[in-house]
Each structure stands twice: as C-alpha cells, then as structure tokens.
C-alpha cells in the first residue's frame, strides 16, 4: 500500500483534470493505496493561500494564520510516497492555483526529494502545444529527484472519446500503484 497525495489546480467542477484526478484516485484505491486529495482550485477566497500584507515594510503578501496548505497538505506530502500533480493547461504551462502549492514546497525541498511522481494534464492543444508543460514536469520531477510512476498528458480534451481514453489511462496508473 502506497500513500497518495493528489494535488490539482482547476477551478473548473466538473473539468477535464478533475476527470483524470477522479478516475486515477478512483484506480489507486481500489488498489488499496491511501489518498490524500487537495483541490486547490476549489478552495474559493475564504482560504486563499497567500495574503496581501498592509503593515509589513518590504513584503508583498504573506501566509495566513490558519493555512491549510502548511497545516494540512505539507505534512501529508512529508508522509507520502507518491505525489500526483493534475492541471489543466494555461497558457501552456500549469494553472495559478496549483502552482502556487507548488512554490509553497521551496522550505521542505529537502524532505521532499526522493518520492515517486504521476503527471496527469488535460489541454485542449495537442501534443506539440504541451511541449512546455512537459517540459516544467519534467525538471521539476528531476530537480526534486521523483521518479515518473507514470503521466498523461491530454490533448484535445475537448474531444469527448479522446479525453475517455485518456481518463482510462489515468485509472490504470492509478489500479497498477500497489
């Protein structure tokens, strides 16, 4: 049995990488793994994950008392074995909200190194436009030294039977986590 955490960044419910998150947890725990799943996206105003600072000489924003990502989502991610980052694409790269999770990793970088890696992005490009995406993935994975378990990258995902293919691999990298 592994322990999961899935981050996602999509504030789109229901979305196109909320259905690959679904369908990969869906396949890890009937494998009998643990997930753990923190829908940044979801979270709405009322827990932003940085806050505006006014009486803070030369800081721009800081991190609110009760956060969860520091209260609840790092000590998971310290505990975990493997790590599932799930976007859609933006602009090419990954979305705001699941980024800013990402950039909140910087104090634990060192306890964090050495854990297995899924990928799981949906883009209405196709696999030239996610170039950059994978790129960003990929020195991630490698700086943070996470090996891939496995990653899908989901082109044209407005194609209805396309993205259910994608989403059945999605499940199966999930079902093979053991």
């Given at each position: 049995?592994?322990?999961?955490?899935?981050?996602t960044?999509s504030?789109?419910?229901?979305?196109?990488?909320?259905?690959?998150?679904d369908?990969?947890?869906?396949?890890?725990?009937?494998s009998g793994?643990?997930?753990?799943?923190?829908?940044?996206?979801?979270q709405?105003?009322?827990?932003?994950?940085?806050l505006?600072?006014?009486?803070?000489?030369?800081?721009?924003?800081?991190?609110?008392d009760?956060?969860?990502v520091?209260?609840?989502?790092?000590?998971?991610?310290?505990?975990?074995?493997?790590?599932?980052?799930?976007?859609?694409?933006?602009?090419?790269?990954?979305?705001?909200?699941?980024?800013?999770?990402?950039?909140?990793?910087?104090?634990?970088?060192?306890e964090?190194?050495?854990?297995?890696?899924?990928?799981?992005?949906?883009?209405?490009?196709?696999?030239?436009?996610?170039?950059?995406i994978?790129?960003h993935?990929?020195?991630l994975?490698?700086?943070?030294?996470?090996?891939?378990?496995?990653?899908?990258y989901a082109?044209?995902?407005?194609n209805?039977?396309?993205?259910?293919?994608?989403?059945?691999?999605?499940?199966e990298i999930?079902?093979?986590?053991?």
């Amino acid at each position: 049995m592994a322990k999961i955490v899935i981050l996602t960044g999509s504030p789109h419910n229901p979305g196109t990488s909320k259905q690959l998150a679904d369908a990969f947890e869906r396949g890890a725990r009937e494998s009998g793994n643990e997930i753990y799943r923190y829908d940044a996206g979801l979270q709405g105003s009322d827990a932003p994950h940085y806050l505006q600072l006014e009486k803070a000489p030369g800081m721009e924003v800081g991190i609110p008392d009760n956060d969860i990502v520091e209260k609840e989502v790092i000590p998971k991610l310290l505990d975990a074995d493997i790590v599932v980052l799930v976007s859609s694409m933006y602009y090419f790269g990954i979305n705001a909200q699941l980024k800013t999770v990402i950039d909140r990793f910087y104090d634990y970088n060192h306890e964090l190194k050495d854990k297995k890696s899924v990928i799981l992005i949906s883009g209405y490009g196709s696999q030239e436009d996610m170039s950059a995406i994978k790129m960003h993935m990929k020195l991630l994975q490698d700086y943070m030294r996470w090996p891939s378990v496995g990653e899908v990258y989901a082109d044209d995902s407005w194609n209805q039977t396309k993205l259910q293919k994608h989403v059945q691999e999605a499940y199966e990298i999930g079902k093979s986590i053991k």
